[in-house]
């Protein structure tokens, strides 16, 4: 079954420290890839998106992540947090199947910033 | 904001009972879909909707259902409620780009 695979459940960092969140789908066709944020108490949002061409994807906010076709991966990235990076991460993935609004999501990750 | 809405956005029932949930769409957006997000985990997707037919749809049973109307609103309906069914349902809008706008949600618990 396809499915998709958020290493860190809960994260903690201090502000400025580096982030990487890992993802890894099991889909061996082509797929669309998607990091989704949830800020506290708002709905989720896009923060990046990879479809095709240059496999590293620049986001919304100083994110970006890495498309490893390789590794099934899509793992994503911040140089420097903040404090208002406070959120629940969730990586999807659309299989392609044609059903455009079909996504299979990971189980997330919280990410705590301490000021 | 969104531009997608859902209501109620919060409720109770008692097992055994149904529930209607309500979506309004992005304007434009004729794909809806929509999707359960259990406490701790992530969405997942109950079923699509396109121009009013049903054209895909994830591994829930039956008693889930839906309906999308010519103005591209659609309702989620789940009859004879479980337990289990206590949850965040969340309406996505599909955009052009393949991008889903989420509402902020209905937050089902059932007694």
């Known amino acids: ?115 | 904001e969104t531009g997608v809405t859902q209501s109620p956005t919060h409720l109770i029932k008692t097992r055994g009972q149904q529930v209607t949930l309500r979506c309004s769409s992005q304007s434009g957006h004729n794909t809806v879909s929509w999707y359960q997000q259990a406490l701790g985990q992530g969405p997942q997707f109950i079923f699509q909707y396109y121009r009013e037919e049903e054209n895909g749809r994830g591994n829930f049973p039956p008693r889930f259902s839906g309906l999308q109307f010519p103005n591209y609103s659609s309702e989620l309906n789940v009859n004879a409620l479980e337990l289990d069914d206590s949850a965040l349902y969340l309406c996505a809008s599909v955009g052009a780009t393949g991008e889903l706008f989420f509402g902020e949600g209905s937050r089902l618990t059932v007694l």
């Open chain 1, 1 to 115: 079954a396809q499915s998709v695979s958020q290493h860190n459940h809960h994260v903690i960092l201090s502000e400025a420290a580096s982030l990487e969140l890992g993802c890894n789908y099991s889909y061996g066709g082509t797929v669309n890839l998607f990091w989704y944020v949830q800020y506290p108490g708002q709905h989720l949002q896009l923060l990046l998106k990879y479809f095709s061409g240059d496999p590293l994807v620049k986001g919304i906010k100083g994110f970006e992540a890495e498309f490893i076709k390789s590794k099934f991966s899509f793992n994503l990235r911040k140089p420097s947090v903040q404090w208002s990076d406070t959120a629940e991460y969730f990586c999807a993935v659309n299989p392609g199947s044609g059903n455009t609004g079909k996504l299979i999501f990971g189980q997330g990750t919280t990410l705590q910033v301490k000021p």
